[in-house]
């Protein structure tokens, strides 16, 4: 079950009773697996899958699959920087995929599944180039994750939203997506949502 802070749209009123939310993009191949991950993470408000740094206008998921599009598949964070910051969000990101595979996770493979981050401001960039080096020198340079501004991002079907919350018996989930949610469980308790 969500909890009822999640929604697919921000209104007038979320903004109002959150005024210091920011906004991180991040790609860590399916966006089922990453968008699982950080619904459970406290201080994440919302989370939205869709596609991102393509060339494409409002592209649909059968077009991003085809490879031809040039988007990867994100989620766009909402989160509230008092409650957990961009630096502990970036470790679970890195913790909870390969960022040394290129174009694929698992059996997932094409550019949409590429790892990246996509930041939303300077600082942003710059904690990202500096949690990167981090992880860059803990996999001894064979991180693969792009660094680069957000564009042309928009929201996946309504489908894909919170789909393993909805799912969680379907077999990519179960088999997939599921090992990614225990991996966060065990590993980032003390960032788990109450």
């Known amino acids: 079950m969500l909890p009822p802070s ?8 979320m903004s109002s009773d959150h005024p210091t939310l920011e906004t991180i993009t991040l790609g860590g191949g399916c966006f089922w697996c990453t968008e699982a991950v950080f619904e459970l993470v406290r201080g994440v408000i919302s989370v939205e899958s869709g596609y991102c740094n393509g060339h494409v206008e409002q592209p649909s998921y059968e077009q991003v699959c085809s490879g031809r599009t040039g988007h990867a598949e994100v989620v766009r964070l ?9 630096r502990q969000l970036l470790e679970i990101f890195f913790a909870t ?9 698992g059996a997932d493979v094409g550019t ?4 990246g981050i996509y930041f939303h401001d300077a600082a942003q960039e710059a904690m990202a180039r500096a949690v990167l080096a981090e992880v860059q020198q803990a996999y001894g ?14 929201a996946a079907e309504a489908y894909h939203q919170h789909y393993y919350a909805r799912n969680p018996e379907q077999g990519y989930c179960a088999f997939v997506v599921g090992p990614k949610v225990d991996k966060f469980l065990s590993t980032f308790a003390q960032y788990r949502r109450d």
Do not use: C, K, W
């Not at 995929?97 to 996770?105: E, I, K, Y």
């Open 6 to 13: 999640f929604s697919n749209t921000l209104d007038q009123r």
């Open 78 to 86: 909402r989160f509230d920087p008092q409650q957990i910051g961009l």
């Open 97 to 105: 995929h390969d960022p040394t595979s290129l174009n694929r996770q």
């Open 112 to 115: 949409q599944y590429r790892s």
């Open 141 to 154: 340079g064979r991180v693969v994750t792009e660094i680069e501004a957000e564009r042309n991002y928009s």
